[in-house]
């Protein structure tokens, strides 16, 4: 494991005596000299920031893009995955705690040393159609993924986040609209629709998260959203019914929304499974607010994961787990009745 190593950071603006703010997030940490930012992994250096991980992604790996999850964008193919150590939240429930917590205390920060032309020649020769920038979160190693995705653009690949949405207006315009732009699909974390939430399980907001996603939105991005439910936190009916009318309102009834299934993980060890019943209900609840494409993951159950034409209910594509069949995709449309499907198929 390389051990970590400065390289110039983008996205901050030096202060007085020496501080720098960084404008890469929504937490905009005004960081002192010697001192490191919230995420643990972006460090003033004598009135400069530099970040700690670029070139430095401490998880590789090629996935079925499903994985992501992303059930609109290229279904069936693999993805080349990457992911550096640190994040800028600090949620309770972390499911990838082992490479995104330690920056923030204090620990090692470690990886492979791995260039982004090296990342976008090992894709291709995973015959991957696209990278995505996942498993901790994407905002805080920004600088890799610019530099990633602009190469991976001009060798023909597609480019996702996997991210929690915390990041800055600035952070998006700079990966700029989904025609031309860096980014081309992205799955967004929302975990819950209270700030209280956010505030006590995540060291974070609400508002930055449903502000960007409607920017995400209006750059043209392809867009998905994931909620994990959790037991006794997250799964109220109106908690729930808020969350499927703002996305169905601000992000359009096509947007899929994944419902995943809970573990007890990191610190959160005292909650149960999500049961079956509570998963449904989420469903439902997506549904009856106009959401044409709500999927069940991390749980087994018929049909949780097979997407359906809207107009005649046929089955487009089957999945059990990560694998998907497209059965009935012709052309961007129902291969039954020949309604169109929203996504991006080719």
């Known amino acids: ?66 994985k992501k999850p992303l059930y609109h964008f290229l279904p069936a193919t693999r993805t080349f995955s990457l992911g550096t150590m640190g994040c ?35 894709a291709l020769d995973s015959g991957s159609r696209s990278l995505s920038y996942t498993y901790s979160e994407p905002t805080v190693f920004f600088e890799l993924v610019q530099d990633t995705a602009r190469l991976a653009l001009a060798k023909g690949l597609k480019n996702i986040l996997v991210t929690n949405g915390f990041m800055s207006s600035d952070c998006l315009e700079a990966l700029g609209p989904g025609d031309g732009g860096l980014v081309q699909a992205a799955n967004v974390d929302l975990k819950a629709f209270t700030e209280e939430f956010y505030r006590d399980r995540c060291g974070a907001s609400l508002a930055p998260v449903l502000k960007n996603l409607a920017h995400m ?56 499974v999500t049961p079956h019943e509570t998963l449904l209900a989420a469903r439902e609840a997506g549904r009856a607010a106009g959401l044409r494409f709500v999927y069940i993951g991390n749980a087994s159950g018929q049909g949780f994961g097979d ?5 005649c209910k046929a089955v487009v594509i089957s999945r059990a787990g990560f694998q998907a069949e497209v059965l009935g995709l012709a052309e961007g449309g129902c291969r039954s009745c020949g309604a169109g499907l929203p996504g991006v198929w080719a």
């Open 217 to 272: 939105r209006r750059l043209g991005w392809w867009l998905e959203v994931t909620t994990l439910v959790i037991p006794g936190l997250n799964d109220g009916p109106g908690e729930l019914a808020d969350m499927a009318a703002f996305i169905h309102a601000e992000l359009g009834p096509d947007t899929p929304w994944h419902l995943s299934r809970f573990h007890p993980d990191f610190k959160m060890l005292d909650r149960p």
């Open 1 to 66: 494991m390389a051990a970590s190593q400065p390289h110039e950071a983008r996205l901050w603006k030096p202060l007085k005596d020496a501080a720098a703010q960084c404008r890469l997030c929504s937490h905009f940490c005004v960081i002192k000299p010697g001192a490191r930012g919230l995420c643990g992994v972006r460090e003033n250096q004598d009135g400069a920031l530099a970040t700690l991980v670029y070139a430095l992604p401490a998880a590789v790996n090629v996935d079925p893009v499903e």
């Open 307 to 311: 997407t359906l034409c809207p107009s």
């Open 88 to 122: 800028n939240l600090s949620c309770s429930f972390c499911q990838n705690a082992t490479l995104s917590q330690p920056p923030r205390l204090g620990q090692k920060i470690s990886g492979h040393r791995a260039e982004p032309a090296e990342l976008v020649a090992a």
